[in-house]
């Protein structure tokens, strides 16, 4: 198919800031992402439907490769995972950080080499770690003191499975109280300041079936500073070199976790990862080196940055209202495939496509179709003033913890998957149906 690409359209460079590099403005107020109309996509696998630029993932784990040539880089498979994303990330030479039996089953279904995946969790079900010492898995990363000895009875004797200790480092850091993870009042990791994290390597290291290869943190998610990162770095390297003297005992790895910050709309802030990926580097060599410790191997565990930008949401507008000051557009998705305004406050920018307005902008907020008032998309965004019925709106910033947080309310069924590249789309993930719910609800 051929695209009409119009560059002196008005949706301007600023405008499609954030969305994947590929977008280009087509005739009569399209877009094409991939090269593929977002008309076309909302025709031929309806709406709402989620589609992912293959590109933009590719290309966002390359800059990840190129921006920590010596570190190992772990997409987080939370933010989302489908087959498709698995061999994306995989051919790219990026890792995998899951946490549930899973993820990890699809990702080594898909063919994912489980040495290179990492299990986190802090509620470890028996299954995710039978799961794991079945299939092989790379390191399990222990998150509470009861994990040691349930480890051990699992691997059996003459067994030896490679972990790492989750440690909180007092660091707060993140863009909303639900996704700070680096300081004590949260469920996740075992404490630097009480000794929690001391205690559970003194017991790894005299458990023979474990071997300690490093330690792990992640201090929160949607992170725009490098600062927190390089605090809780220091703080790493320091209990490092207290593991020397104390047991001596050099740990060959440190993990620093995701939480890598992008722009939700235009003019946000996102993290530089050019930025953060030097300044690691030169802390961790200088603070190793006044440590006189050995410069241990890297990994950082990018989700977001990683598939967030590389997703774009379709919805079909169903009603527009208006309420005293407000203009409710409401449209055919809404909390069950977004659940992060509602959770997070988080701001998102949708935009008209498949015709052009004439209309003047209006502030209006999107909703979805949900039983519920809080089941908003998107609170006083500016929308031509002719939206209607029938139209279709598009989110860009939409790849990550959408679907994977989505659920089944109201049985509305989860959005397809759509991926698109090169001028073709592709279904990855059907659409979910009644008869799926169906097929589950099994008793009478
Ligand atoms: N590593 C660990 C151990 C994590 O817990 C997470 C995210 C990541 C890596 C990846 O973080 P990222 O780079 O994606 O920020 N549902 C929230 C985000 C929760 C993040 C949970 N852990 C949201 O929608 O913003």
């Known amino acids: 198919m051929t695209i009409a690409v119009l560059p002196e359209m008005p949706a301007g460079a600023g405008e499609l800031s954030v969305w994947p590099s590929s977008t280009?403005?087509?005739p009569h107020g399209d877009l094409a992402v991939g090269g593929?109309?977002?008309?076309?996509?909302a025709d031929r696998f309806g709406t709402p439907a989620y589609l992912l630029d293959e590109g933009e993932v590719r290309g966002r784990c390359r800059t990840y490769r190129d921006s920590f040539p010596d570190a190992d880089v772990l997409y987080a498979a939370k933010a989302f995972l489908s087959r498709a994303m698995v061999r994306w990330v995989q051919e790219e030479g990026l890792g995998l950080d899951v946490c549930s039996a899973g993820e990890l089953e699809l990702a080594v279904t898909a063919g994912f080499p489980p040495d290179r995946i990492v299990l986190h969790g802090n509620a470890k079900t028996p299954q995710d770690l039978a799961a794991a010492l079945r299939l092989g898995v790379g390191r399990i990363v222990i998150d509470s003191p009861s994990e040691m000895a349930r480890i051990a009875a699992a691997v059996g004797p003459g067994g030896r499975q490679k972990v790492m200790v989750r440690v909180v480092?007092?660091?707060s850091a993140g863009g909303h109280d639900k996704i700070r993870t680096?300081?004590?009042?949260q469920k996740f990791g075992l404490s630097l300041t009480d000794g929690g994290a001391q205690h559970a390597i003194t017991r790894i290291l005299g458990q023979p079936r474990l071997e300690l290869t490093g330690l792990h943190c992640h201090i929160g998610s949607q992170i725009t500073e490098v600062k927190p990162y390089l605090v809780a770095l220091r703080r790493m390297i320091g209990l490092m070199a207290r593991v020397r003297d104390?047991?001596?005992v050099v740990l060959p790895e440190l993990d620093m976790g995701g939480g890598h910050g992008v722009a939700y709309r235009p003019g946000e802030a996102a993290?530089?990862?050019t930025a953060l990926a030097r300044r690691l580097r030169t802390e961790l060599v200088d603070g190793c080196a006044a440590a006189g410790l050995p410069v241990p191997r890297l990994a950082v565990e990018p989700g977001r940055a990683v598939v967030g930008p590389a997703g774009v949401a379709l919805y079909r507008v169903l009603t527009v209202k208006h309420t005293g000051e407000k203009v409710f557009v409401a449209v055919d998705g809404g909390m069950s495939d977004n659940p992060r305004p509602a959770l997070?406050?988080?701001?998102y920018a949708p935009r008209l496509v498949g015709r052009h307005s004439a209309a003047g902008p209006r502030t209006a907020t999107v909703v979805g179709r949900?039983?519920?008032a809080g089941d908003v998309l998107a609170s006083d965004v500016r929308l031509p003033g002719d939206v209607r019925p029938g139209d279709l709106l598009a989110v860009p910033v939409a790849g990550a913890y959408q679907l994977s947080m989505a659920s089944g309310y109201n049985l509305v069924g989860r959005p397809a998957v759509v991926a698109v590249h090169e001028g073709t789309a592709r279904l990855l993930v059907r659409r979910e149906t009644l008869e799926d719910y169906r097929s589950r609800d099994i008793g009478i």
Do not use: F, K, M
Request: net charge negative; glycine share 14%; charged share 20%.
């Open 169 to 171: 480092p007092g660091v």
């Open 271 to 273: 993290l530089d990862l």
């Open 370 to 372: 949900h039983c519920e």
């Open 246 to 248: 104390a047991h001596g």
């Open 36 to 41: 593929v109309p977002l008309t076309e996509i």
């Open 24 to 26: 280009t403005p087509l």
């Open 344 to 347: 997070y406050g988080v701001r």
């Open 182 to 185: 680096g300081t004590e009042d």
